[in-house]
């Protein structure tokens, strides 16, 4: 079965870092189209990042410069590394494969 | 960035009717959009993508419709369990959401 498993969020002050993990199974992370978006009652969905199974991350601009996905393959494992968190990085984060399927996501909480 | 925007942004319907819900964007995006729907507390499920495809598993109750810049996702007799929020979503130009239509239990 085809399942993600999002995990690595929590409370963080802002200038703050976390590194989101999203654990998949019954597929190969190197090998797919894979993304992160989040979700806020705000600003609803936004995706953050993007990457296609042989190019390279893309990036919102709201996130760009902070932001960095990267995956495991020996893990088969997708990381995002979140830096320098601002308040409005507060959400609910998903990760997808295809947009097809998707994670229950994880919560970020930025805030002093 | 391309914006899309849903209508209504709800709909008060009775188990058994049908619904009809419209997603504009701001810019042609040709085939390539979606439909999510999501409950509460739970993830996005894709319903249809490339504007008219069922995902694996999704009833024939759903059905989309449209191309351009106009698009709509059909729900042909709703039953108890299509009482959530609906999202669109292109994929032409990078990615975007609209912001979500309810439809609720009138």
């Known amino acids: 079965e085809v399942q993600l498993v999002e995990s690595g969020g929590g409370l963080v002050q802002p200038g703050g870092s976390l590194r989101l993990s999203c654990a998949a199974s019954?597929?190969?992370?190197?090998?797919?189209?894979m993304s992160w978006v989040r979700q806020t009652p705000e600003k609803g969905l936004q995706w953050v990042s993007v990457?296609?199974?042989?190019?390279?991350?893309l990036y919102a601009d709201s996130v760009k410069g902070r932001f960095t996905l990267s995956r495991d393959n020996s893990q088969n494992t997708m990381y995002l590394q979140m830096n320098s968190l601002r308040i409005d990085d507060t959400a609910v984060y998903y990760c997808?494969?295809?947009?097809?399927?998707w994670g229950k996501g994880t919560t970020v909480t930025v805030s002093s | 960035e391309i914006v899309l925007t849903q209508s209504p942004a709800t709909l008060s319907l009775s188990p058994g009717e049908g619904a009809a819900l419209s997603c504009r964007a701001s810019?042609?995006?040709?085939?390539?959009l979606a439909w999510y729907q999501q409950k509460r507390g739970q993830a996005p499920r894709l319903l249809i993508y490339?504007?008219?495809n069922r995902a694996p598993g999704i009833p024939a109750r759903f059905s989309g419709s449209g191309s351009g810049t106009d698009f709509t996702l059909t729900i042909s007799s709703l039953e108890p369990e299509d009482f959530a929020v609906y999202y669109c979503?292109?994929?032409?130009?990078?990615?975007?959401f609209g912001q979500g239509t309810k439809v609720e239990i009138k």
């Open positions: 997808t494969k295809d947009w097809h399927v």
């Open positions: 019954g597929f190969t992370v190197v090998s797919n189209y």
């Open positions: 990457i296609y199974s042989g190019g390279s991350p």
């Open positions: 810019q042609s995006v040709g085939n390539s």
């Open positions: 490339d504007a008219s």
């Open positions: 979503q292109q994929r032409s130009h990078w990615w975007t």
